[in-house]
């Protein structure tokens, strides 16, 4: 794994030492022994070598030439602070001794700040610091749930022959935690809305409506089915581990089993009596917009949940949907005026980096060139 490195870094790595290096540092223990190999290799080329300016100069030209000319493979892995980005490696010494090749900006991105709102059921909304606790009301003053920083924990409410509801909203650039009345915990992740009972009726299924993102972990329970409802598309389950993403801008509906067992329903109504698509751990379930279809896959499931602990990781995954996920994750805008870029397939995977750090990894490695106007990031 050290020879890929290396060769990683003298950008000599093939599309095969890419995806086997970006698979390998996500496993436990080899971040840190990424990040040290990096950081030694790159003390000593610096104190040993003297880079040769036109030299590399010629070698960047030759290599953003043959970038343009192939489809795109790009790994950005969590050592930014040492320069390790998929570009030639003396190069960069060049760019750190000499300061040379720095993009001019307009303006300073600053990512807009929206509130974590939670609509009561009589059209009440109230909003959630994630840095504070407080109790969530009814309309009669009863106390229903508690927030404790950036989780909200329902505990039920006086018994009631009817569900009554909340939902829940989370803006772009942030994520929240809801513990449902039945021990149901859900992750949400930005942009997502979820509308849910604030207690569950005995003898009725679970039923929760779901635009965006967001990580299941269902507390079993034979008797009451757990419903997950995105449009077109209901997911029913007893108790498991799954992910959905239902974003309006995506074109497909995407649910990813982690643990147990899921069944999927086209268009879930009480009267379907169509048989549902059963998953298994480890696959991925894609509901097709354009003809309503179903297709399964077996998947990493790491690429699909890693947003739950603030990572971003794509593997093959067209440009339109990174830039799409950035937006989401840093509340920024991003316009792309090079179509071309959209289609190009890309791996990546990002951390601790900001959104700043990110744009120009992309800048440096790919030749990408972009500008901010009016806290708007443009690409040409």
């Known amino acids: 794994m050290k020879n890929r490195i290396l060769k990683y870094l003298t950008n000599e790595a093939t599309s095969e030492d890419l995806d086997l290096l970006s698979d390998w540092i996500l496993e436990e223990g080899n971040q840190q022994i990424f990040d040290d190999y990096i950081k030694i290799h790159f003390e000593t080329t610096m104190a040993m070598n003297q880079p040769d300016t036109n030299k590399i100069k010629n070698k960047l030209l030759q290599e953003i030439k043959r970038n343009k000319n192939r489809k795109a493979r790009f790994v950005v892995l ?28 307009e303006n300073v991105l600053k990512p807009a700040e929206e509130p974590i709102t939670i609509t009561l059921d009589n059209g009440t909304v109230e909003t959630l610091n994630p840095n504070e606790n407080k109790k969530v009301k009814d309309n009669k003053g009863n106390i229903i749930g508690s927030q404790d920083k950036s989780k909200l924990t329902y505990q039920g409410a006086p018994s009631s022959d009817k569900l009554v509801y909340n939902t829940l909203n989370v ?131 790491r690429v699909y949940t890693a947003w739950v602990q603030g990572k971003l990781i794509f593997r093959n995954t067209p440009f339109r949907q990174i830039r799409q996920a950035l937006e989401r994750h840093y509340n920024v805008s991003i316009k792309n005026e090079n179509l071309d870029l959209d289609e190009q397939l890309f791996d990546a995977t990002f951390d601790i980096e900001t959104i700043e750090e990110i744009l120009e990894s992309f800048s440096k490695s790919y030749a990408i060139a972009y500008k901010i106007v009016d806290n708007e990031v443009i690409i040409e």
């Not at 969590?78 to 900006?105: D, R, T």
């Not at 998953?279 to 917009?289: D, N, R, T």
């Open 78 to 105: 969590n050592a930014m602070k040492y320069a390790a980005i998929a570009l030639v490696f003396l190069a960069l010494g060049y760019f750190y001794q000499n300061n040379a090749i720095v993009a001019e900006k």
């Open 171 to 301: 803006p772009y650039g942030k994520r929240f935690d809801v513990i449902l009345s039945d021990g149901t915990h859900v992750f949400l992740n930005s942009g997502t809305s979820l509308r849910y009972p604030v207690s569950f009726l005995e003898g009725k299924e679970r039923a929760v409506f779901l635009t965006g993102e967001a990580y299941f972990d269902v507390a079993k329970d034979e008797k009451h089915p757990f419903i997950v409802n995105t449009n077109d598309v209901g997911i029913k389950v007893l108790g498991t581990k799954f992910n959905v993403s239902h974003y309006p801008e995506d074109q497909n509906i995407n649910t990813v089993l982690i643990e147990g067992s899921v069944a999927l329903h086209k268009r879930i109504t009480a009267k379907e009596n169509a048989p549902p698509l059963i998953l298994k751990p480890g696959f991925k379930a894609e509901w097709h917009q354009h003809n309503n279809d179903i297709s399964i896959e077996n998947v990493d499931t």
